[in-house]
């Protein structure tokens, strides 16, 4: 099998892996080292950012970042043995589809601290594995608000990932809600594109949309949903970007994205490394919600005014969710 291996000295290294790569860490101290999920490491938004934050974590612990970037999802499994057999401290995977491989792992290696991005870890939990989770309703549902206030055709869209992904449809589910709190008569059209690489399905399934008469679009697909966000742009209808703030890290689309329903997946990395090294091994999970500050909606740009009471909705429904008054449906 042909590995392609590219090191790169910044912060870390990394390693493109196709069935199992790996190199050692640079320099001393704990090693720790990230599995993506399919797709691209710069993806703007899941793999990037929570790579950021694995690198954060490293710092602040005086250890050495690696990431292996996973092409297929047969790999999973080696990806991650690659980095056991080079006897890491820690490993963070990413993503809800590489999940039971990271639990054969964890149980297999209970001297490794296992973190798991978007895992939920079941009982009877191994000690050494953690699933950091989110709220991704909560941010679902502002997005929604903001594309209620904005909408002046009264149809919005959402175009997703793999439908089999919950958080995918946690968000989806969320936004739909938001929107619908504000206007019960709003049309929400959704598609899961089965796809989280693919731009020109993202920018087919929003062009569809719009000739619907969606005029925002929300996109919950990785880098297929930034062709989605591509498509809203060329349209001159609103997007609203997800995981992170995408105005920022999607400058092509900057002119049109009004806002973006985020997980805070940098901070969630960064802070999970730091309670190992302070505490020891981590167990069970950990959410990230609006209790904590793991989710946001991000700040409202293009639009000036800005609507009339919509960043008073955003904050009541933020502080709703934060004293548990307020639960979006996930499902």
Same mark, same amino acid.
């Given at each position: 099998?042909?590995?392609?291996?590219?090191?790169?000295?910044?912060?870390?290294?990394?390693?493109?892996?196709?069935?199992?790569?790996?190199?050692?860490?640079?320099?001393?101290?704990?090693?720790?080292?990230?599995?993506?999920?399919?797709?691209?490491?710069?993806?703007?938004?899941?793999?990037?950012?929570?790579?950021?934050?694995?690198?954060?974590?490293?710092?602040?612990?005086?250890?050495?970042?690696?990431?292996?970037?996973?092409?297929?999802?047969?790999?999973?499994?080696?990806?991650?043995?690659?980095?056991?057999? $080079?006897?890491? @401290? %820690? +490993?963070?995977? !990413?993503?809800? =589809?590489? &999940?039971?491989?990271? *639990?054969? #792992? /964890?149980?297999?290696?209970?001297?490794?601290?296992?973190?798991?991005?978007?895992?939920?870890?079941?009982?009877?939990?191994?000690?050494?594995?953690?699933?950091?989770?989110?709220?991704?309703?909560?941010?679902?549902?502002?997005?929604?608000?903001?594309?209620?206030?904005?909408?002046?055709?009264?149809?919005?869209?959402?175009?997703?990932?793999?439908?089999?992904?919950?958080?995918?449809?946690?968000?989806?589910?969320?936004?739909?809600?938001?929107?619908?709190?504000?206007?019960?008569?709003?049309?929400?059209?959704?598609?899961?594109?089965?796809?989280?690489?693919?731009?020109?399905?993202?920018?087919?399934?929003?062009?569809?949309?719009?000739? $619907?008469?969606? @005029? %925002? +679009?929300?996109? !919950?697909?990785? =880098?297929? &949903?930034?062709?989605? *966000?591509? #498509? /809203?742009?060329?349209?001159?209808?609103?997007?609203?970007?997800?995981?992170?703030?995408?105005?920022?890290?999607?400058?092509?689309?900057?002119?049109?994205?009004?806002?973006?329903?985020?997980?805070?997946?940098?901070?969630?990395?960064?802070?999970?490394?730091?309670?190992?090294?302070?505490?020891?091994?981590?167990?069970?999970?950990?959410?990230?919600?609006?209790?904590?500050?793991?989710?946001?909606?991000?700040?409202?740009?293009?639009?000036?005014?800005?609507?009339?009471?919509?960043?008073?909705?955003?904050?009541?429904?933020?502080?709703?969710?934060?004293?548990?008054?307020?639960?979006?449906?996930?499902?």
């Amino acid at each position: 099998m042909k590995r392609s291996i590219a090191l790169v000295l910044l912060a870390g290294l990394v390693v493109s892996a196709c069935g199992g790569a790996g190199l050692p860490g640079l320099g001393g101290g704990p090693k720790i080292g990230m599995v993506t999920d399919i797709g691209q490491l710069e993806d703007k938004s899941f793999n990037e950012f929570s790579w950021k934050g694995v690198q954060d974590g490293a710092k602040a612990v005086g250890g050495n970042a690696t990431v292996v970037v996973t092409k297929d999802t047969a790999d999973y499994a080696a990806n991650i043995q690659s980095l056991v057999d $080079q006897k890491f @401290d %820690v +490993i963070v995977t !990413v993503g809800f =589809l590489i &999940g039971s491989d990271t *639990l054969k #792992a /964890a149980q297999a290696n209970p001297n490794v601290q296992f973190f798991g991005i978007d895992q939920f870890v079941a009982d009877p939990a191994p000690a050494n594995y953690q699933g950091l989770l989110f709220a991704e309703n909560q941010a679902g549902y502002l997005a929604g608000i903001v594309a209620a206030n904005i909408t002046k055709s009264n149809t919005i869209g959402a175009v997703g990932g793999v439908s089999a992904v919950p958080p995918v449809v946690a968000f989806i589910k969320g936004y739909e809600a938001g929107a619908k709190a504000e206007k019960p008569n709003i049309k929400v059209l959704v598609n899961y594109t089965e796809d989280f690489n693919a731009p020109d399905k993202g920018e087919a399934s929003a062009k569809t949309m719009i000739g $619907q008469g969606a @005029d %925002v +679009i929300f996109q !919950v697909a990785g =880098l297929t &949903g930034a062709g989605a *966000l591509r #498509a /809203a742009c060329n349209a001159n209808v609103w997007g609203i970007g997800v995981d992170v703030d995408q105005y920022l890290s999607l400058p092509d689309a900057q002119k049109c994205i009004v806002t973006s329903a985020e997980k805070k997946l940098q901070v969630a990395a960064n802070d999970a490394i730091k309670r190992w090294k302070d505490s020891g091994k981590q167990g069970g999970n950990f959410f990230n919600d609006a209790k904590n500050g793991g989710i946001a909606a991000s700040p409202i740009r293009n639009i000036s005014p800005v609507p009339a009471g919509l960043q008073a909705k955003l904050d009541k429904a933020l502080a709703d969710m934060k004293a548990g008054t307020l639960n979006p449906p996930s499902k």
